[in-house]
């Protein structure tokens, strides 16, 4: 496959001379404390990307539409009948939820069978429409079709096609698997099945929903919960189980404006990393999956947003806020652990200083407080948050000794479990990999006859990747050398979430980056902030260039179906990249 080196280049280049247009940090004043004051064009402003935003992530995202009917055939049979002898090339069902296996069995008269075909259904297998071909058999004609199952799995709808390639109507003593006819799509693709972490995260939700103990306990319970809500509104659909997810990847572009205009002011810089946050490649793909990663970082972006208001304007309200937002996050995914880290030390950092200028005279209180708002209610709220989980044993108090034991057994498999990882991944990378770009993981493709192929990955913006990276050592010397606290807390926001993947050696891959990439655009605004007016044209240019950058790689992160050979030729910058 080509690679075009070309392309980075280019961009490397671009981003250089961005660069250039950089003043001298040793005398540069420090970036001033703005009007924080939204007014109307900021509302305008930010609700005309969020809509553009929204048009194009909602578009694509998943059938509104699939079975909803689905049968266990464990130590059962099911008997298709065909309306007349056919000659059969191959069979499609839609997988439920449950592991176990089927055999399918062909038969002229209904009472002597003949085996055809079996079929595992472990857990990668589910919320996927499911394929066998049949076309290398003898094609004897046959009238019935008989499906016998082992083990809980469960079979949604099945189409049964002739020698001719056309679907063939049919009727069951199993109204389950053949009450949806009209749901058959032509082939699987992402559109109407599940792909990589979905069988995981939103079987769970699922599962939440019909009040089954959840097969995927290694996260904390609330991120699923959240999912299933998209669930309960669009139906156990694609794009049910995808809608929550995107929402709040819509919900993250006002979020990061109004965290940037109370950092930096004014309009360009928070517009400018709100368009670069909408055009970053882990942002859209990321959140367009139904699993768990988006909920934490959502919940990242308030944690800091919060703990920023605190620590400059002192006003411990928004140190509560921060502390709820945390609780969320923990109650997610257990990385905003990390960034619980880094509030913490933000924390100290703004304590020493006030005593160093002997103003600590309410820092055991604020201790109390913390241990309130960053203890107490996170622990609640972590703990309530198994409510599912006991309620699927019948357990309906959280009093309940089984309550708690529920919880704390989670705890422990959680732990064993993510220290304990061994399994490998053709598209896993290391935190390295991470800051240069060099490992996206590809989530899926597709290769169609016709020369055109389907496929998405999740990776930074290269743009943002390596204008975002040269960004952190501009804050590393604004924060050490002139002691800007801006510069110090933008970076420690972004070292939370980064160091502690230094040090584990499990499986990782390209999104964990995904909360540290978020103060990658901070960091950019930060840089934005030194620059002024008189460079904005170089802020507009690089702002361009991310969002040139989206618009030639959608292919590659929508699915969008595409040429082959053009995509590889436009699109595989590195060795490293399956584009």
Same mark, same amino acid.
């Given at each position: 496959m080509k690679t075009t080196y070309f392309f980075p280049a280019i961009t490397a280049l671009l981003i250089v001379l961005f660069y250039l247009g950089l003043p001298d940090l040793k005398r540069i004043p420090l970036p001033h404390s703005p009007d924080r004051r939204p007014d109307r064009r900021d509302a305008l402003l930010v609700t005309l990307l969020t809509l553009t935003y929204a048009a194009v992530a909602f578009g694509n995202l998943g059938d509104t539409q699939a079975p909803q009917t689905v049968r266990s055939l464990d130590g059962e049979s099911a008997v298709i009948d065909l309306g007349g002898e056919e000659s059969v090339s191959r069979v499609q069902f839609y997988t439920g939820i449950g592991q176990g296996s089927y055999t399918f069995a062909f038969s002229p008269d209904g009472e002597i069978w003949l085996p055809a075909a079996s079929f595992e259904q472990g857990h990668a297998a589910l919320l996927?429409?499911?394929?066998? &071909?049949?076309?290398?058999?003898?094609? =004897?004609?046959?009238?019935? !079709? %008989?499906?016998?199952?082992?083990?809980?799995?469960?079979?949604?709808?099945?189409?049964?096609?002739?020698?001719?390639?056309?679907?063939?109507?049919?009727?069951?003593?199993?109204?389950?698997?053949?009450?949806?006819?009209?749901?058959?799509?032509?082939?699987?693709?992402?559109?109407?099945?599940?792909?990589? &972490?979905?069988?995981?995260?939103?079987? =769970?939700?699922?599962?939440? !929903? %019909?009040?089954?103990?959840?097969?995927?306990?290694?996260?904390p319970p609330l991120g699923k919960l959240i999912l299933s809500v998209g669930i309960a509104l669009f139906g156990m659909t694609p794009f049910g189980w995808r809608f929550m997810g995107t929402l709040f990847g819509v919900l993250m572009l006002p979020l990061m404006y109004a965290f940037a205009k109370k950092l930096y002011g004014g309009r360009l810089i928070p517009g400018c990393c709100a368009v670069i946050f909408a055009a970053d490649f882990m942002h859209f793909t990321q959140t367009r999956i139904a699993t768990i990663d988006t909920y934490a970082v959502f919940f990242i972006l308030l944690m800091y947003l919060f703990m920023w208001l605190f620590v400059s304007t002192d006003r411990w309200r928004y140190l509560a806020l921060s502390g709820l937002f945390f609780a969320l996050g923990a109650a997610s995914k257990w990385t905003c652990l990390y960034a619980g880290a880094g509030l913490g030390l933000i924390w100290l950092i703004y304590w020493?200083?006030?005593?160093?200028?002997?103003?600590?005279?309410?820092?055991?209180?604020?201790?109390?407080?913390?241990?309130?708002?960053?203890?107490?209610?996170?622990?609640?709220?972590?703990?309530?948050?198994?409510?599912?989980?006991?309620?699927?044993?019948?357990?309906?108090?959280?009093?309940?000794?089984?309550?708690?034991?529920?919880?704390?057994?989670?705890?422990?498999?959680?732990?064993?479990?993510?220290?304990?990882?061994?399994?490998?991944?053709?598209?896993?990378?290391?935190?390295?990999?991470?800051?240069?770009?060099?490992?996206?993981?590809?989530?899926?493709?597709?290769?169609?006859?016709?020369?055109?192929r389907s496929s998405f990955g999740a990776w930074v913006n290269p743009v943002l990747c390596w204008a975002g990276l040269l960004a952190l050592f501009v804050l590393a010397y604004m924060a050490l050398a002139r002691r800007d606290k801006k510069a110090g807390f933008l970076l420690i926001g972004y070292l939370a979430q980064l160091l502690p993947w230094v040090f584990i050696t499990r499986i990782t891959f390209e999104y964990h980056y995904f909360p540290s990439s978020v103060f990658l655009i901070l960091a950019l605004g930060y840089v934005f902030s030194l620059m002024g007016r008189r460079e904005r044209w170089r802020i507009l240019g690089l702002t361009g260039l991310c969002a040139a950058l989206f618009l030639l790689f959608y292919p590659a992160l929508s699915g969008l179906r595409v040429d082959n050979s053009t995509a590889s030729a436009l699109l595989q910058w590195l060795p490293t990249w399956p584009f």
């Open positions: 996927k429409w499911q394929e066998l &071909d049949l076309s290398s058999a003898p094609q =004897t004609p046959v009238r019935y !079709l %008989r499906i016998s199952g082992n083990g809980p799995a469960e079979l949604g709808e099945v189409a049964v096609y002739g020698e001719d390639g056309r679907m063939l109507p049919i009727l069951s003593d199993c109204p389950e698997l053949c009450d949806e006819q009209e749901l058959v799509p032509v082939e699987g693709t992402y559109l109407n099945s599940s792909y990589f &972490d979905e069988i995981y995260h939103a079987r =769970t939700a699922w599962e939440h !929903l %019909r009040n089954i103990y959840p097969y995927e306990v290694s996260h020493i200083r006030k005593c160093r200028s002997g103003d600590g005279g309410a820092f055991f209180k604020n201790i109390l407080f913390c241990l309130l708002f960053f203890v107490l209610v996170p622990g609640i709220i972590y703990y309530l948050s198994y409510y599912p989980y006991a309620l699927a044993e019948g357990i309906t108090s959280p009093f309940d000794r089984g309550y708690a034991q529920i919880v704390l057994e989670n705890q422990k498999f959680m732990f064993t479990y993510h220290s304990g990882v061994t399994a490998e991944h053709p598209y896993s990378s290391r935190w390295y990999q991470w800051i240069l770009d060099i490992r996206p993981i590809l989530y899926y493709l597709k290769y169609y006859p016709d020369g055109t």
